[in-house]
């Protein structure tokens, strides 16, 4: 009786270790099929890296909806749409390299950078284990059923 439980447990186990990871998964490809997505899709452990994108420009004047922050020497120029709080990351994080070497006049934010990705597992190999989990605990669960129909018969 308690392998056919321990069996089932498995199984569960199994076949609901994918499932609980679908939300979190990167890479989904909305017109590929169901294989090629499980090849493709990764659950991400650690979070990427990112670094700003700044650029040198020769002037800021043909710029639009651009908000122009004054940096020592130098005229940063940042989309309209970013908020106080992401320019000042932003600047935060470019800091170093606008302090180690003389930059141009006018420098301007074109977005964020993946400067490393982080540790990712790949869908593929969670799919692999859920499945090989669900064969070990259909076999506990067959075994189990052959030993309490054994018991049963008396043989």
């Known amino acids: 009786m308690h392998s056919v439980r321990l069996g089932l447990a498995i199984i569960i186990f ?5 499932l609980v990871c679908l939300p979190m998964l990167d890479g989904y490809r909305r017109n590929a099929g169901f294989v090629a997505n499980i090849q493709l899709m990764s659950l991400p452990i650690t979070p990427d890296k990112n670094e700003p994108d700044f650029r040198e420009v020769a002037s800021l004047d043909s710029e639009r909806d651009i908000f122009r ?3 020592g020497k130098m005229t940063l120029a940042f989309p309209n749409s970013m ?3 992401e320019i000042e990351a932003a600047i935060r994080a470019e800091k170093r ?3 180690e070497k003389d930059l ?3 420098i301007r934010f074109y977005g964020w950078r993946v400067a490393y990705r982080g540790t990712r597992v790949p869908f593929k190999y969670i799919v692999s284990a859920g499945l090989l989990l669900v064969f070990g605990g259909s076999m506990v669960l067959i ?3 052959k030993q ?7 043989g």
């Open 69 to 71: 922050v004054e940096y």
């Open 97 to 99: 390299s606008f302090n």
């Open 104 to 106: 141009a006049k006018f």
């Open 83 to 85: 908020s106080n709080d």
């Open 14 to 18: 199994g076949a609901s270790v994918p």
């Open 143 to 145: 075994s189990g059923v």
């Open 148 to 154: 309490r129909r054994n018991q049963t018969t008396g």
